[in-house]
């Protein structure tokens, strides 16, 4: 999504790790980039299938939607070869982080609640958004994706012991989806 970021990651990376091969997405974000040519809930990832490793999101599905998370797993698990791993960032909602939420300790105030999700901006919820970890789970699951427990739970509602800001979710794509 950020030419200077991948142009940047060319010059320095590529040549030094041939392997890592960098490309601008344009992908439409309310937030991030309003202009983008193509919706998120539809973006296909142009390389073949299982030909991947390990796939690394960092701070994207905190910036996407429902319909955008789901399409992005299924594209995860299409390219993922199997028994492969991908590593998420996530802010999930879960007994712990909601009761922080309620006391303030929270870095983000997801206060604008969708059901499925909550954000920060009623008017911009790709800004952040916030997702019930029951339902994170069940769309891996969906997608054939397991995650490996336990999540990794970040410091952005308060928590005193964390690994990152965000929450980490480690996962395998299994044999059947």
């Given at each position: 999504?950020?030419?200077?970021?991948?142009?940047?990651?060319?010059?320095?990376?590529?040549?030094?790790?041939?392997?890592?091969?960098?490309?601008?997405?344009?992908?439409?974000?309310?937030?991030?980039?309003?202009?983008?040519k193509f919706a998120a809930s539809?973006?296909?990832?142009?390389?073949?299938?299982?030909?991947?490793?390990?796939?690394?999101?960092?701070?994207?599905?905190?910036?996407?939607?429902?319909?955008?998370?789901?399409?992005?797993?299924?594209?995860?698990?299409?390219?993922?070869?199997?028994?492969?791993?991908?590593?998420?960032s996530f802010f999930l909602l879960?007994?712990?982080?909601?009761?922080?939420?309620?006391?303030?300790?929270?870095?983000?105030?997801?206060?604008?609640?969708?059901?499925?999700?909550?954000?920060?901006?009623?008017?911009?919820?790709?800004?952040?958004?916030?997702?019930?970890?029951?339902?994170?789970?069940?769309?891996?699951?969906?997608?054939?994706?397991?995650?490996?427990?336990?999540?990794?739970?970040?410091?952005?509602?308060?928590?005193?012991?964390?690994?990152?800001?965000?929450?980490?979710?480690?996962?395998?794509?299994?044999?059947?989806p």
């Amino acid at each position: 999504m950020f030419p200077k970021g991948i142009s940047w990651c060319k010059e320095n990376i590529t040549p030094r790790y041939p392997n890592f091969r960098f490309r601008v997405a344009d992908i439409h974000n309310k937030e991030y980039n309003p202009g983008g040519k193509f919706a998120a809930s539809e973006y296909e990832l142009s390389y073949d299938d299982a030909s991947f490793d390990f796939v690394f999101l960092t701070s994207v599905f905190t910036h996407l939607l429902p319909d955008e998370v789901d399409n992005y797993l299924s594209q995860i698990r299409r390219v993922l070869a199997l028994g492969r791993r991908c590593l998420a960032s996530f802010f999930l909602l879960n007994e712990e982080s909601l009761g922080l939420l309620r006391s303030g300790s929270s870095t983000i105030d997801f206060k604008h609640d969708f059901g499925e999700y909550r954000t920060k901006s009623a008017s911009t919820p790709e800004a952040a958004v916030a997702y019930p970890e029951d339902f994170i789970r069940s769309l891996y699951s969906e997608h054939g994706l397991m995650i490996a427990d336990p999540i990794r739970y970040g410091s952005w509602p308060g928590r005193a012991d964390f690994l990152s800001y965000q929450d980490i979710v480690i996962s395998t794509k299994e044999d059947a989806p």
